[in-house]
């Protein structure tokens, strides 16, 4: 079976500019989570979605915005770019109840806001 | 707000040798898992050990085990005969069960395996 992946790997962007990474779970998979991670905060929960619902939602401002389709696929979406965006995002599949399944990572997508 | 707490930012071990990494947490539930991941430098992050908390007995897989002490709110993670290919960024983290999906973070801990 594939494992999580993220599209792309790598990104640079300018202050003020939007950013759509996106992530593909791994087949079967229905719950997917968005994590950023910075050197100074570490990991943070972003948000979940699970049957192109939106479950949870993290502690970050409407700037950072998700959305998953009907193959489980999602997409999250930063507007308006600062530099404290700059980070490692990373995305996670699991079958479906975070605390009651294994969830997966993709390899992340490194975004550099200059 | 659940937090969890790594204390050692750093840590060495020789090869073949046992290192034990220390995690805290805050909470005020009593139903919650706990993890381990651990994030080698291709940064994919994997799950090491999952440990429910109205389980009494400690998760072991393999050469990983935990020392989960409900009461003192701690979970450590002992690693047995280090390997090289242990060295990696280890997070402890935690998620309450039957709410929401978020699982809290520890900052980590940076494994150093010398051969």
């Known amino acids: 079976k594939a494992g999580v992946t993220q599209t792309p790997r790598y990104l640079i962007k300018t202050r003020g500019q939007q950013v759509t990474l996106s992530c593909s779970p791994i087949s079967g998979h229905r719950s997917v989570s968005w994590y950023q991670q910075t050197p100074g905060q570490g990991l943070q929960f972003l948000f979940e979605?699970?049957?192109?619902?939106?479950?949870n939602k993290g502690n970050f401002p409407g700037r950072f915005s998700g959305r998953q389709f009907s193959n489980s696929r999602s997409e999250m979406n930063v507007s308006t770019l600062e530099l404290g965006d700059s980070a490692l995002y990373l995305c996670?599949?699991?079958?479906?109840?975070?605390?009651?399944?294994?969830?997966?990572f993709g390899p992340g997508t490194r975004l550099t806001v200059l | 707000a659940q937090t969890v707490t790594q204390s050692q930012p750093e840590m060495s071990v020789q090869e073949a040798e046992t290192v034990t990494l220390s995690c805290t947490y805050d909470t005020s539930e009593s139903d919650y898992y706990l993890f381990w991941y651990k994030q080698p430098p291709s940064r994919q992050m994997i799950l090491v050990i999952r440990?429910?908390?109205?389980?009494?007995q400690n998760a072991t897989e393999n050469r990983f085990s935990v020392n989960f002490q409900k009461a003192a709110k701690s979970f450590s993670l002992k690693i047995s005969d280090s390997q090289l290919g242990d060295a990696a960024m280890y997070f402890c983290a935690y998620i309450r069960q039957g709410g929401s999906e978020k699982l809290v973070f520890g900052k980590g801990t940076k494994l150093t395996v010398n051969p």
């Open positions: 996670a599949s699991s079958l479906d109840r975070v605390y009651d399944n294994e969830q997966f």
């Open positions: 979605y699970f049957s192109e619902t939106q479950r």
């Open positions: 440990q429910e908390a109205y389980k009494q």
